[in-house]
């Protein structure tokens, strides 16, 4: 007999992937050039050059062995040590290699760390609004994952609420700056209060709270904003990152768990991960891929285009009569719904051939998301289908 709970999961397919798939239905219609399909945050940058010629060369110098062999069940060690200088580098930590676990994306790494710092029973936080596959991600382990309600005036957190909710059952809390959906980045001010609440209960409860990190956004900053290292703040950080965006990479699945020096059991937790893959198949990613990204850790793709496309949009939108956070970073705008139920403006907004998200499975009713990881040429002719959608309608 086939398993239950997957098959019942098939009833709940992702509202983001089916809008990208009647965007696709209707592209083969009219044409997706005039599809305006704001519903996948898939990058739509190219690589870095650099990279590409650091395939090139990989391919052209190593041996097959090298390149296309199986890694060591931690990764490859001379990329963990690469990425853990990076770091160091950058945010003034002391990682070393044994404190990378290379992962097949942020998906992977989070698999990973949720497992490691948790039991079935245990209990984790997160933050309305929050990325849907959390739901499985945490739920899927045993454990239980419960959402605090956001913070609507500017997306960081609602800490009465967290400190209501935050009890001796919590082992974990997971958070995500920059944040899909909303674009908000927590500030230096917002994670310090984190970190001392959760130091506070830790002492209280006498058990660890650990703090996981999704990150795959970190290097989608745009100007002037304070966007701090999540694992400068607190000692019980595992910070899971994804090279998908910065790179745009995703197809690659390539990304890493990194464990705060001072985390308690710090020089385990990698160890520690490699035994979960056992568990879960999960297993560590191409070794051309980790080899590859060793070489450009401090590159990006060029992502201007993301700021311009946030900067049409939130424009047109504050002067269409919408209330809208202006995000700090991401690919993501997160507008409150000109009627109450999010679902149907968003029906109403695809006979316009607008491709809106409803904001039910981010856990915060009344909004919806748009990913403006599109050409700006794109975004510019959707700005009239948008003006039609609002003075039509409302």
Known sequence: ????????????????????????????????????????????VPVPEKFTEVMIELLKTKSSMEL?????????????DKIAQSLNKRFG??????????????AGALAHAIRCVTKPGDEVLTFAPYFPEYNFYVNMTGAKLKAVPADTENFQINFKRFEEMLDEKTAAVLINTPNNPSGAVYSSQTLKKLAEILLRRQEEYGHDIFLISDEPYREIIFEGVDAPYVSGFYDNTLSCYSYSKSLSLPGERIGYVAVNPRCRDAELI??????????????????????????????TSDMSVYETNRNLLYQELKELGFTCVKPGGTFYIFPKALEEDAEIFCQKALKYDLILVPSDSFGVQGYFRMAYCIDTEKVERSLYALRRFVKENY
């Open 1 to 44: 007999m086939i398993n239950e709970q997957y098959k019942k999961m098939l009833e709940g397919k992702s509202v983001i992937r089916k809008l990208s798939e009647a965007a696709a239905a209707r592209g083969k219609e009219i044409g997706y050039e005039n599809v305006f399909d704001y519903s996948l945050g898939n990058p739509s």
């Open 68 to 80: 296309h062999g199986y890694s060591p069940s931690l990764g490859i060690a001379s990329v963990k």
């Open 93 to 106: 930590m002391n990682y070393t290699g044994n404190h990378i676990f290379p992962t097949t994306g942020a």
């Open 270 to 299: 990698s160890a520690i991960c490699g035994q979960i893959s056992r568990g879960i198949g999960h297993n560590c990613p191409p070794s051309i891929i980790q080899l590859a990204v060793s070489e450009v850790l401090d590159e």
